[in-house]
Nanobody, 129 residues
Framework: QVQLVESGGGLVQAGGSLRLSCAAS????????MGWFRQAPGKEREFVAA????????FYVDSVKGRFTISRDNAKSTMYLQMNSLKPEDTAVYYC??????????????????????WGQGTQVTVSS
């Protein structure tokens, strides 16, 4: 069992930056591949970024490439999402997720919600134009 708590959301103007954090507890953090997802009102939850167990491999949805950076600190059991050059279309509730999966199971499906076993409660990000 693992508990995930997101923080760092808020209201920011277009072009601004925010840094989200996801603090994990309950199990060895490095046992999990991690991901960030977001859900805007009336829309399905969508993949934003993912990072493998060591932090050495990262993946992004095309719409955030070059603007967002995912990272993790296994010693602190925390994952981050640095968001720069924010746009109004980035407005959503952002969720972190943890996957206790094998490499072969996760690596081909990291952008799907399916391999993720645990989810945080979400943090609201609002970008004003």
């Amino acid at each position: 069992q693992v508990q995930l708590v997101e923080s760092g959301g808020g209201l920011v103007q277009a072009g601004g930056s925010l840094r989200l954090s996801c603090a994990a507890s309950g199990r060895t953090f490095s046992s999990y591949a991690m991901g960030w997802f977001r859900q805007a009102p009336g829309k399905e939850r969508e993949f934003v970024a993912a990072v493998n167990w060591s932090g050495g491999s990262t993946f992004y949805v095309d719409s955030v490439k070059g603007r967002f950076t995912i990272s993790r600190d296994n010693a602190k059991s925390t994952m981050y999402l640095q968001m720069n050059s924010l746009k109004p279309e980035d407005t959503a509730v952002y969720y972190c997720a943890a996957a206790l999966s094998t490499y072969s199971s996760w690596s081909g499906r990291y952008s799907s919600t399916a391999p993720y076993d645990y989810w945080g409660q979400g943090t609201q990000v609002t970008v004003s134009s």
